[in-house]
């Protein structure tokens, strides 16, 4: 667009006819950079006239067009005109038709925009991608620009996140040893010495990287969903209900890796506030209440209790202040459920005793250690088994039963005894039934398969349990490797003593039940 000086006699303040162009912006967007420096100088008054080639050149939102021409311009003495659309300010007659002019152009801009919208997704839909920036650890494939390739140097990066994760460790843990280890948390090369931001990873920068689906080969169309054509506010898509399109191009995990990383990320506790307890929760996600399978949380004595054993008088540690209680009990009261409450020092103690035990009985004889657990093991899938074949057994006859009930109503039907309405309505909720049998099946198919491979799950445990038999210290990584879950019973009196039992439910084999007094 072009803008004339005003005659003025303040030469000052005159300036020649100026050319504001801003190429590559977006005409509905008012704030280009050139659009507002025309502005600032109108109202500075430099300007008494401004042409575009059309209308549209102006602005293509025919509301804020319309207060420019209508409002702004006038107020400021300034004649417009649009060259093509023959619109001159001075002209009256031709301005009335000036705002239909505005809206038209509005809504060709509009019509553009879903164009272009409905082109991105059907080409995210075919696996392209169609962002700006890849996901770091992935970089456009030079012979096809929608297609992604793993980048060299930060693809590994990805792949040590996804380990970390996968051995129990959280996003903070995680974040703290990328910057100790001095990775960077861009593609950018550089003098970066200076810079501590280059190496700045934080929580949520990693959770972003855990939760991305791109890392397991996958394309995600889209994780917003903008309100309105002129609006720059997004709605964030939930997790659930993203549509991903698998085996886009090569993973750097596996997507059954990146499941276990899920299930890993979603059961972990939530960080309660105002529990300043300084003792890292190594439990966490994994220690859960057997009454009512909630998580155990973790609480702190208050504070103004001294630091030291009153017996002894040694200053005690963190992990000597803190206990565990029932999530339920905690919210509901005891009503719901009792505290469940077990000291956290005692868990500690009595889960390091349990892995050493196990591991030092697997080491010194593993051909006994496996018949042991094999014995359990075949016991306990014997009395599942009977359980499951009976269930697989009930939920068949059901399908049949509803199969044969399904040919009765369509004959009623046929024969004009049930309406077409009356049919949909009766045949509704049984399709829906036996669409859930059906799921159900599927599921104990899969446990009994599972149980058919005990004989490597024990191999497997016995491989990872003998590697820890001079332990002396857990951390995340061990329990995340050993545990699957943790199961906190209630505390009980049995003659006279005060009795607790905790079941270690180890990955691979199973429940180990302890007694604590």
């Known amino acids: 667009m072009r803008a004339k000086s005003k005659s003025t006699k303040a030469k000052s303040n005159c300036i020649k ?10 005409g509905r967007n008012f704030n280009r950079p050139s659009f507002q420096r025309m502005i600032a100088d109108i109202e500075a008054g430099k300007i008494g006239c401004v042409i575009t080639k059309d209308l549209s050149r102006l602005g293509r939102n025919y509301i804020e067009a319309g207060s420019y021409i209508e ?3 006038p107020k400021h003495r300034v004649r417009y005109i649009a060259i093509t659309d023959g619109v001159d300010s001075l002209t009256r007659q031709e301005m009335d038709i000036t705002p239909f002019k505005n809206i038209l152009n509005d809504m060709y801009s509009r019509d553009i925009s879903k164009k272009v919208l409905a082109g991105r997704m059907t080409r995210s839909r075919q696996g392209k991608f169609c962002g700006g920036q890849p996901p770091l650890g992935l970089m456009r494939d030079p ?13 590994p990066v990805i792949r040590k996140i996804y380990d970390m994760a996968l ?3 959280g996003c903070m843990r995680i974040a703290k040893q990328l910057m100790e280890d001095k990775i960077p948390i861009t593609r950018v090369k550089g003098d970066t010495a200076c810079d501590v931001n280059y190496y700045s990873w934080g929580a949520s920068r990693i959770s972003h990287i855990l939760r991305n689906p791109f890392y397991k080969g996958a394309h995600l169309v889209c994780r917003t ?12 898509i939930p997790r659930e209900d993203w549509e991903v399109i698998e085996d886009c191009h090569e993973a750097i995990v596996s997507p059954e890796e990146w499941e276990q990383v899920q299930t890993i990320i979603d059961r972990r506790p939530p960080i309660m506030k105002g529990n300043a307890c300084p003792f890292y929760n190594i439990f966490h996600g994994i220690i859960y209440c057997a009454t009512c399978g909630k998580s155990m949380q973790v609480r702190y004595e ?6 030291k054993n009153r017996f002894t008088g040694e200053e005690r540690e963190p992990i000597d202040k803190a206990y565990y209680i029932c999530q339920t009990y905690n919210r509901l009261g005891k009503n719901a459920c009792s505290s469940h409450k077990l000291e956290a020092r005692d868990l500690y103690n009595l889960v390091l005793a349990d892995i050493q035990e196990l591991a030092k009985t697997a080491l010194k004889d593993a051909d006994t250690f496996y018949q042991r657990l094999s014995s359990r093991m075949e016991r306990r899938y014997m009395a599942d088994a009977s359980e499951i074949q009976k269930e697989c057994d009930r939920l068949t006859a059901r399908n049949q039963e509803i199969d044969t009930m399904f ?3 369509y004959t009623d039907k046929a024969k004009g005894v049930l309406t077409e309405q009356r049919f949909l309505k009766l045949t509704s909720a049984m399709e829906q039934e036996q669409e859930a049998n059906q799921k159900r099946l599927g599921d104990l198919m899969e446990m009994m398969r599972r149980s058919d491979e005990q004989e490597s799950d024990i191999k497997a445990f016995i491989r990872e349990i003998r590697q820890y038999a001079t332990i002396e210290e857990l951390d995340e990584v061990v329990l995340h490797r050993l545990i699957h879950k943790i199961l906190v019973g209630e505390v009980k009196k049995i003659d006279g003593q005060k009795v607790q039992e905790v079941k270690i439910v180890y990955n691979f084999v199973g429940e180990v039940a302890i007694a604590l007094e």
């Open 17 to 26: 006819d100026s050319v504001y162009i801003d190429d590559g912006y977006t």
């Open 71 to 73: 409002i702004f311009f």
């Open 143 to 155: 012979e096809d620009n929608g297609h992604l390739i793993l980048e060299p140097d930060t693809a």
């Open 167 to 169: 051995d129990g460790l």
């Open 225 to 236: 969903h903008q309100k309105g054509i002129r609006s720059n506010t997004y709605d964030i």
């Open 302 to 307: 208050k504070v103004g209790r001294t630091g």
């Open 407 to 409: 040919l009765s109503l």
